[in-house]
């Protein structure tokens, strides 16, 4: 009778807590509150975990558990789908509608612009990911703005005009290019132009942050000595350029990357092998490495570098040990 009696007990305790359960799930995945509901704009950031993003749900007042958001995600096997973003979430809905919005219907999008891409390059990844995104309004629009569109990663409305994209990254470059830079440059007796077209170029030819600065010291040196710069990125931007049809062309190779002696000898402005002094404007999008490289520049008695075939960098203070670090680096 008493195992008769404990086993009744368990019995009604597995009930109760089943029809706790049921009860606690209804609830937990129901509205947080009643229509109408004031709908806000939820982020969820790249690289967010799950429990975060439920939990900040909870916070924001959109869900009322976030353990029964995760249950929920799991069990449906969303957890790898849902997207980074902004989305418009409203209280008055069911958590299955937020967990259905929050991996399909993402308001913003989430893009990485990579130092040391041109503005075609930033055009090309804004139109493959923006609705109606206009690649040749884009290039119009920045035709003189190369060097200025900051690279960095954005949340970007995905029906985005040219022109309002342009403004989030010249207005990030505007707060990266800090007074504190612009003064230290103007002691430097540099211009930001000056300042932007050599951080490009170290950019584009030094790939380790810690390169940039004695790069920088070189080309500065260089450059204010009335010696050519002689830097390969400079021409193979010239050589892109040259093979441009048509404002809008869609150029799948914006960096060539083995230059021949054609290359070299090629009849631009920005082949600093031809031509002493800088180039008429930046070649690229410089990240913040590269432009307070030239500002801090590293002072050294090298006058000549090389970038062999694995990205590493060779120095020489005159030109007999460049030449021995070509025949040993490149040939």
């Known amino acids: 009778?008493?195992?008769?009696?404990?086993?009744?007990?368990?019995?009604?305790?597995?009930?109760?807590?089943?029809?706790?359960?049921?009860?606690?799930?209804?609830?937990?995945?129901?509205?947080?509150?009643?229509?109408?509901?004031?709908?806000?704009?939820?982020?969820?950031?790249?690289?967010?975990?799950?429990?975060?993003?439920?939990?900040?749900?909870?916070?924001?007042?959109?869900?009322?558990?976030?353990?029964?958001?995760?249950?929920?995600?799991?069990?449906?096997?969303?957890?790898?789908?849902?997207?980074?973003?902004?989305?418009?979430?409203?209280?008055?809905?069911?958590?299955?509608?937020?967990?259905?919005?929050?991996?399909?219907?993402?308001?913003?999008?989430?893009?990485?612009?990579?130092?040391?891409?041109?503005?075609?390059?930033?055009?090309?990844?804004?139109?493959?990911?923006?609705?109606?995104?206009?690649?040749?309004?884009?290039?119009?629009?920045?035709?003189?703005?190369?060097?200025?569109?900051?690279?960095?990663?954005?949340?970007?409305?995905?029906?985005?005009?040219?022109?309002?994209?342009?403004?989030?990254?010249?207005?990030?470059?505007?707060?990266?290019?800090?007074?504190?830079?612009?003064?230290?440059?103007?002691?430097?007796?540099?211009?930001?132009?000056?300042?932007?077209i050599l951080a490009s170029i170290v950019e584009r030819e030094a790939k380790a942050e810690k390169d940039r600065p004695i790069v920088a010291g070189i080309l500065l040196k260089r450059w204010q000595e009335n010696w050519p710069l002689q830097a390969d990125a400079t021409v193979q931007y010239a050589v892109a350029n040259s093979q441009l049809p048509a404002p809008n062309s869609q150029l799948e190779n914006w960096w060539p990357k083995k230059l021949s002696k054609t290359d070299l000898q090629i009849d631009s402005p920005y082949n600093t092998y031809k031509y002493r002094g800088l180039p008429p404007g930046p070649i690229c999008n410089p990240g913040l490495a590269s432009i307070k490289a030239i500002i801090y520049p590293q002072e050294t008695d090298y006058w000549f570098y090389l970038s062999d075939t694995k990205g590493g960098m060779h120095y020489a203070k005159t030109d007999e040990e460049h030449e021995e670090n070509i025949e040993k680096y490149l040939r």
Do not use: C
């Open 1 to 196: 009778m008493r195992f008769l009696r404990k086993f009744n007990l368990v019995i009604l305790l597995l009930i109760a807590v089943i029809i706790g359960g049921f009860f606690w799930w209804r609830w937990a995945i129901s509205p947080f509150s009643q229509p109408p509901g004031q709908s806000q704009i939820f982020v969820i950031h790249k690289g967010e975990g799950l429990s975060l993003i439920a939990q900040r749900l909870k916070d924001a007042g959109l869900i009322r558990d976030s353990s029964a958001f995760k249950i929920l995600i799991l069990v449906k096997g969303l957890s790898g789908q849902i997207q980074a973003g902004a989305f418009r979430v409203n209280p008055s809905w069911k958590v299955e509608e937020i967990a259905y919005l929050l991996t399909h219907g993402s308001l913003d999008i989430w893009l990485t612009f990579p130092e040391g891409w041109r503005r075609e390059e930033f055009g090309r990844r804004l139109a493959a990911n923006l609705e109606g995104f206009s690649y040749p309004q884009f290039l119009e629009q920045t035709d003189e703005l190369e060097g200025y569109l900051f690279p960095d990663t954005y949340l970007i409305s995905k029906d985005a005009s040219p022109s309002s994209v342009i403004k989030i990254f010249t207005n990030n470059f505007e707060r990266k290019y800090s007074l504190e830079l612009q003064s230290a440059a103007k002691e430097r007796d540099l211009s930001q132009s000056q300042v932007i």
